[in-house]
């Protein structure tokens, strides 16, 4: 019963270079976006998270993109870096007001020196 | 500074056995939630708490118990282990009540093999 598509499952770009990854929900009731990045042998950590009152968030290189009408949102890590290599996964609440997650399958990301 | 806590680290087990995977937390988090982590599947929640004395199941809560007699600890029970119990356990507590903001906190994870 997944409610969060994510893709691509593994990504390989060059240092410097911008690394996207993107999530459909199918849920209209979400209301709260986080991405979590999870380095190997530890337990994911919250990147970064939008609310969908807006389309777009920027965290220094890091920038979630969220399109309503589509049901999409993207993250996107500008100048990626060799240590930026971790699993990424985007997520959404399956309740209103409180920390029931459901996350997407996870991106290997891999950035080449 | 401790955060969450999951212990053991590693544990082998063999088909039909039972076990806890411990959790504890420090601070003082309403909400406490166990996922499990298999290659190509993410994360997926097995059961969740949101306060002493309350749990409700998740995507996947066969084969598993929990129970949370305080607002510290939540463990994971297994009643008779299975291979396909085989995955990497985490356990994660954040606030109750959710902002743009709000954290979940995992712990370092239970890495299990059931032979």
């Known amino acids: 019963q997944q409610q969060v598509k994510q893709s691509p499952q593994s990504l390989i770009v060059q240092k410097g270079g911008i690394s996207i990854i993107n999530c459909a929900y199918e849920n209209t009731a979400f209301d709260y976006f986080p991405w979590y990045q999870q380095f190997p042998g530890k337990g994911p950590a919250l990147l970064i998270a939008i609310r969908p009152d807006v389309s777009e968030k920027k965290e220094g290189r890091f920038t979630i993109s969220f399109n309503k009408s589509a049901k999409q949102f993207s993250l996107h890590i500008m100048d990626s870096q060799p240590g930026d290599s971790a699993t990424y996964f985007c997520a959404s609440p399956l309740n209103t007001g409180f920390q029931k997650l459901v996350f997407g399958t996870g991106t290997r990301l891999l950035v080449s020196p | 500074n401790a955060g969450v806590t999951q212990t053991p680290k590693f544990q082998v087990l063999k088909t039909g056995q039972s076990m806890t995977l411990q959790c504890a937390q420090d601070m003082n988090h309403e909400y406490m939630s166990w996922y499990r982590q298999d290659p190509g599947m993410g994360l997926r929640l097995i059961h969740y708490?949101?306060?002493?004395?309350?749990?409700d199941q998740g995507e996947v809560p066969n084969g598993y118990n929990v129970s949370r007699s305080t607002t510290e600890d939540f463990p994971l029970r297994l009643l008779s282990a299975a291979p396909s119990q085989t995955s990497v356990y985490f356990c994660?507590?954040?606030?109750?009540?959710?902002?743009?903001?709000?954290?979940?906190?995992f712990g370092q994870g239970t890495r299990l093999t059931v032979v």
């Open positions: 708490s949101v306060g002493a004395g309350i749990t």
């Open positions: 994660a507590s954040s606030p109750i009540l959710r902002t743009e903001n709000t954290e979940a906190f």
